[in-house]
Structures are given as structure tokens and as C-alpha cells.
């Protein structure tokens, strides 16, 4: 729990910095990568997290391996270097974007369908999406064959179940009692 308390702490002074410097977009687009690059590879996750491995060399390492970073990702690097928190990089990176999100009004969607989602159900998705939040929207697509059909729309912490599977459950408790 330490070390996701911290991660908060770096990502909101990242973020300060960023917004302060006009470049907190391009910082989230590091910060994505970042985070998508330690889940993906699992050597780097392990390079990153080993109590054996100098911070030197991680810091020499990750500037290596995303030299296109804008410089105050590397400040991050830099400041992990200082205080020998390497390991919480990734719960930083996955933070940032969360905060970014919020300051610039962006809020996710998870739509779950029975099959992919078409431009007619997603165009019937945005009209509801607009009864919940007046925030920017992205959505997320969930293939879930279990609901038969329709949609369930979750949108921070608001649920639309328009699903076959849930109007064939709530019919059979009415036709129960």
C-alpha cells in the first residue's frame, strides 16, 4: 500500500510539472508506454524490481530504452534514482494517466456486448453515455456472449444493463413471485 501512496504522490508532481511546462499530453503518451512496456515485458519488470541491480543502471537503462521520453519523464527517472524507488515506476505510470484523465475531463467507458460492437450500437451508446456524464467519453468494448444480447454500459461508477440476459432474469422473477 506504501508504494501505491507514493506512485500518487510522483504522478500528481509529474503532472504539476507537466501542465506547468505545457506538455502533460506528451508526458501521458510517455507514461503509457512505460506502463504497457513493463506489462508487456516481463525481463524489464524484473530489471526494474531486482534488489541487486544498482540504480545507476536502471536509470541508465530506462533512459536507454525510452530515449524519446520528454524530459521531465526523465526527471521521474532521475528523482527515482535519488530516492531508490525504481520498483513503483509502473504504479507511477498507471497514475499519471488516471490523473491526466481527470484533469482533462476524460472519463471511460466499458460497454460489454454479446459480439463487437457496431457504429449503430455505439452512436445508441453515446446517447446514453450523454444521460450519465457530460465528460469526454472513450469507450472500451467487452465481448461477453453470456448477456445473449444488448449492452451493459458502465461509466465510472453508474451501470446501464440493457442486456437480453437481464430482462430474461428480471422476467422470470416477476413471473416467480
Known sequence: ???????????????EMAQASNVAEQVNGDMALIA???KENSE????????????????????????????????LFRLLLEN??????DNIAVEYARQFDVASGIEHATVTTAFPITPELEAKVMAKIKEFSDKKITIKNVVDPSIIGGFILRVGDKQFNASVANRLLTLKRELSN
Open 1 to 15: 500500500m506504501t508504494g501505491s501512496r507514493a506512485a500518487v504522490r510522483y504522478a500528481k508532481a509529474i503532472l
Open 36 to 38: 504497457s512496456t513493463i
Open 44 to 75: 524489464l519488470n524484473s530489471f526494474i524490481e531486482s534488489p541487486t541491480i544498482k540504480a545507476e543502471v536502471k536509470e541508465s537503462a530506462l533512459n536507454e530504452v525510452f530515449a524519446s521520453s520528454q524530459n521531465i519523464t526523465k526527471g
Open 84 to 89: 531508490k524507488r525504481f520498483e513503483i515506476l
